[in-house]
């Protein structure tokens, strides 16, 4: 299996061969299909988010997507809160930078697990994050066990759930010693 970033296939292969792979994709669930399928080439081009993805022979095996966001400072659990915010002054912020780890599945044939999804993307991001800075990683978990069971191996918590509760958010503390 090759990974890739969407932005460097788009930039050496030809947009309509790329999009029709893309477009080939499936995974168990329809609101990521979507994002991908019809936004994840527009987000790349516009920077909203960067997507990376996994090929296995001649398709798309999986793939994930990450962004930078913010996260309203209440919605933060009291004790992580303390941790990041000790001894600085942060009164007047009400929202703070996150890592968003925006979008991840896989083809539904594919044998490849989450795991490998979620540490490619992790590692990602923990990369950035040595150059950058920032404390959190967030996710929008679907509301399933196995999902949200998927994240908390990964030190992700429950922070909130959307009014339909479809969705968990969930929150990862960047806690490494420099
Ligand atoms: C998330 C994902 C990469 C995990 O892959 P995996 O570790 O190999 O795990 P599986 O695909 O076997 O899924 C584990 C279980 O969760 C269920 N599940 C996974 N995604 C689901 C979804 N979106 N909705 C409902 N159930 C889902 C599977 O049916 C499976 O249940 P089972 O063990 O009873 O058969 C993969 O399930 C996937 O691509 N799901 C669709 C996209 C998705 O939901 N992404 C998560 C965004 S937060």
Request: hydrophobic share 40%; with cysteine; aromatic share 10%.
């Amino acid at each position: 299996m090759q990974t890739y970033s969407l932005g460097e296939l788009l930039h050496f292969h030809q947009k309509e061969k790329i999009e029709k792979k893309i477009k080939d994709f499936r995974c168990k669930d329809k609101s990521i299909n979507h994002f991908f399928t019809k936004k994840a080439i527009i987000f790349e081009e516009k920077h909203i988010c960067r997507t990376y993805i996994n090929w296995e022979a001649d398709s798309i095996d999986s793939f994930f997507s990450i962004a930078m966001g913010i996260i309203a400072k209440e919605s933060i659990k009291k004790e992580t809160a303390k941790l990041i915010f000790d001894s600085i002054n942060t009164k007047q912020k009400t929202h703070i930078p996150v890592f968003l780890l925006a979008q991840l599945a896989k083809r539904m044939e594919s044998k490849s697990i989450g795991n490998t999804l979620v540490n490619q993307a992790m590692g990602l991001i923990y990369e950035i994050q040595s150059r950058i800075g920032g404390a959190l990683i967030v996710v929008d978990a679907i509301n399933q066990e196995k999902i949200i069971k998927l994240y908390r191996e990964f030190d992700f918590q429950e922070i909130e759930e959307s009014k339909d509760k479809k969705i968990v958010k969930m929150m990862h503390y960047i806690s490494t010693a420099l």
